[in-house]
């Protein structure tokens, strides 16, 4: 179901993106050669409760982590693991966050130590292919005008977008129509209104767009084990244009 939510409904996810933002800025403080995904999950959970919150992820289902932890060629949903980040790599943090029911699921991928020119230019040009969707997060537009807008980039800089998985609606539960795919064709989908929220997470790979599942049934992987980056922000429909709740930036 497509829900449209309402300003308290909307107050109460900016508080859980608060906190998700201050997450990632310890997240990114704790990225280095040597440290584990598995560290990085429990800092989270810990954090989290101490600050009030459940982490969503946990338990959604059955998945048993607060973070997914994807690392170079895992596209998502990698699992938090005992074995040591080592300099060059990309990995992906990706959590949902619940405030006393608001949500907020915001993904950011982070360069270990030194990472070479080609990475680092998957990492900026998925970043950048987020906002150029979230251009596009207007009452009035339509779901393929995001898609088309992440897509027409990606590919001009030479990358792939990964087909399998999309963004999403988002509140009351973690996943809620519709599916927002990063690809598509300019004025097709369904119209943006009001009060939708949806997050947009462009999964973008420096090879082919092809991915397969691993054994575990959740991590994603590229067909061709080139690496697969993602940046993922919860953003509200609103009159005056994209409210991203999971910024960042300071405004
Ligand atoms: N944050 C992820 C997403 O954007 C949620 C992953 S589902 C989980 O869809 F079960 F792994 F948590
Ligand atoms: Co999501």
Not at 4 to 19: C, F
Not at 53 to 73: F, L, M, R, V, W
Not at 105 to 122: C, F, I, M, P, R
Not at 239 to 251: A, F, H, R, S, Y
Request: aromatic share 6%; charged share 30%; proline share 4%.
């Amino acid at each position: 179901m497509i829900t449209r939510k309402s300003k308290r409904e909307i107050e109460k996810m900016q508080v859980a993106g608060d906190l998700l933002v201050k997450t990632h800025k310890e997240i990114a403080k704790m990225i280095k050669p040597g440290i584990t995904t598995m560290e990085i999950d429990a800092f989270v959970e810990d954090f989290l409760t101490k600050n009030g919150a459940i982490p969503e992820q946990k338990g959604y289902n059955g998945y048993q982590y607060a973070t997914c932890a994807s690392i170079n060629d895992e596209i998502c949903h990698g699992f938090p693991r005992d074995e040591k980040l080592k300099d060059g790599d990309i990995v992906t943090i990706d959590m949902v966050v619940n405030v006393d029911g608001g949500l907020a699921d915001s993904a950011w991928t982070y360069a270990v130590g030194n990472v070479d020119e080609k990475g680092k230019h998957l990492m900026d040009v998925t970043k950048e292919s987020l906002y150029k969707g979230i251009e596009q997060a207007q009452v009035g537009k339509r779901i393929g005008d995001i898609g088309h807008a992440i897509q027409t980039f990606a590919e001009a800089e030479g990358f792939s977008v990964v087909r399998d998985f999309t963004g999403h609606g988002i509140g009351p539960s973690l996943h809620e129509d519709p599916h927002i795919p990063h690809f598509g064709l300019p004025n097709k989908g369904l119209r943006l209104k009001e009060g939708m929220v949806i997050t947009i997470e462009p999964m973008i790979n420096e090879g082919d767009w092809r991915s397969e599942m691993d054994s575990n049934g959740w991590t994603a992987r590229t067909v061709d084990k080139g690496r697969s980056a993602q940046y993922e922000h919860t953003i509200v429909i609103t009159k005056d244009g994209p409210l991203v709740i999971t910024e960042q930036e300071e405004n």
